[in-house]
């Protein structure tokens, strides 16, 4: 039920489809400021809520969030048209959080407010599925609640995931199938 609500939760959130995001980019690279802007409204969640899982700041996951977009309209002539826009938005997102983390050294958890601040943002989501979701990542580490987000929330392969936060494909699978465990046991 929570895989089927959170793969739910990604097509909202990202509320295009891959070809749709890669026209943004293709409109970004003649520096047309709407397709930015659409790329953005499309994408905006679930990069925010991909930086604060590595950032554990709300402050810091919002200035990762402002730096990714800036660095997309000025690198968006750098894509590559490989029908995973969203791997090389969530690139971009992972190598400013972790400069970003490299320069503040965060280690602290993420604030309760925050994960409610982006659950709240799921207009799809009912005040119960809210509820529920929210009490499932408390459940996580925050390794496992990035690899459940990528995974089940933003669609990432879970060899894409490996790649992105640079861990060993099997590190990866036994993390997302031990909180998936822990999930089930939860509910």
């Known amino acids: 039920m929570l895989t089927i609500y959170l793969t739910s939760v990604i097509e909202s959130n990202t509320g295009s489809s891959p070809e749709a995001l890669e026209l943004y980019l293709a409109k970004i690279v003649e520096k047309d400021t ?32 402002h ?21 090389w938005i969530m690139t971009i997102t992972r190598n400013l959080c972790m400069q970003k983390f490299r320069e503040r050294r965060k280690s602290s958890d993420i604030p ?3 994960w409610d601040r982006y659950l709240d943002a799921q207009e799809d989501a009912s005040q119960e599925d809210r509820l529920v979701l929210r009490e499932c990542l408390q ?26 936060l640079q861990l060993p494909l099997p590190t990866v699978l036994s993390k997302y199938h031990r909180a998936l465990k822990k999930l089930k046991k939860f509910l």
């Open 112 to 114: 309760q407010e925050d």
């Open 139 to 164: 459940q996580l580490t925050d390794d496992e609640r990035q690899i459940v987000t990528l995974h089940a929330v933003n669609g990432f392969k879970h060899r894409e995931i490996a790649e992105l």
């Open 34 to 65: 709407q397709a930015l802007a659409d790329l953005y409204r499309s994408t905006n969640a679930a990069v925010y809520a991909f930086a604060l899982s590595i950032l554990k700041n709300p402050h810091d996951a919002e200035d990762a969030l």
């Open 67 to 87: 730096d990714c977009y800036v660095q997309i309209f000025a690198n968006a002539a750098s894509y590559h048209a490989a029908g995973k826009p969203m791997a």
